[in-house]
């Protein structure tokens, strides 16, 4: 009883200090830690897919950067690099002052309004980032405690399908899209963009079943058209 009381209260210690409200480390521990013992297969998994889904975004965000230098500088940053360790780097809540109060799916919406004069980039990426933290309980680290909502990280998914339908389609009155992402004209398709989206959505709808699986529980599907489909709830 005396070990399963030490081991009970280390197991809250270490839920507790799990990382919260940021992104995930770039990669998995490479030494052992006694953490592993309170983590479940389930719970590394749920770690390899949010790590998986970050790097792709991370990417995402140097992409659009590069393609929208405009943006770059409306955030006052100096480098394409500066403004990706912004959004990825530090314990900032995914809270930013241009982002006028909001994170998730009304931040992503803020990028897509013809008159927000801020850094359509970061509240693009950092929308979709506090979005996709939203579903895994805004933890970076998994434990026996915690408790993944299949519906949640599905619907995220759905989420992401939309807001990358608005990336390709979202354009000011004047017909310009307001982000550029994909090239398709020319004689090089850039499809780079899609590839990276592809592999988030993966994830997302992977975890869910694997987690809905373990819990028995059912996701249900909901079907939207993409030119009208609204932001689904996460929790």
Request: hydrophobic share 45%; aromatic share 8%.
């Amino acid at each position: 009883m005396r070990n399963m009381f030490v081991f009970l209260t280390g197991l809250s210690l270490l839920t507790a200090c799990a990382g919260s409200g940021t992104v995930p480390s770039k990669s998995a521990r490479n030494t052992f830690h006694l953490s592993q013992f309170a983590k479940t297969d389930i719970d590394r998994a749920a770690e390899a897919h949010q790590r998986e889904i970050f790097l792709s975004l991370r990417l995402l965000a140097e992409k659009l950067y590069r393609r929208n230098p405009q943006e770059l500088k409306k955030s006052g940053q100096t480098s394409v690099e500066a403004g990706v360790a912004r959004i990825f780097e530090g314990w900032h809540g995914w809270k930013f002052p241009e982002l006028q109060g909001v994170r998730g799916i009304p931040a992503i919406h803020l990028a897509f309004r013809e008159d927000y004069p801020g850094d359509r980039v970061l509240a693009f990426v950092a929308g979709l980032g506090s979005m996709i933290q939203g579903a895994f309980n805004d933890k970076t680290e998994f434990f026996l405690t915690d408790d993944l909502y299949p519906q949640g990280l599905h619907n995220a998914a759905r989420n992401v399908e939309i807001a990358v339908w608005k990336l390709s389609n979202a354009r000011d009155a004047r017909g310009n899209l307001l982000l550029l992402s994909n090239e398709g004209a020319g004689p090089v398709l850039n499809l780079s963009f899609e590839r990276e989206f592809g592999k988030i959505i993966a994830s997302l709808d992977v975890l869910s079943r694997i987690v809905a699986d373990k819990n028995n529980r059912t996701i249900v599907k909901v079907i939207q058209n993409l030119a009208t489909a609204v932001f689904l709830p996460i929790r």
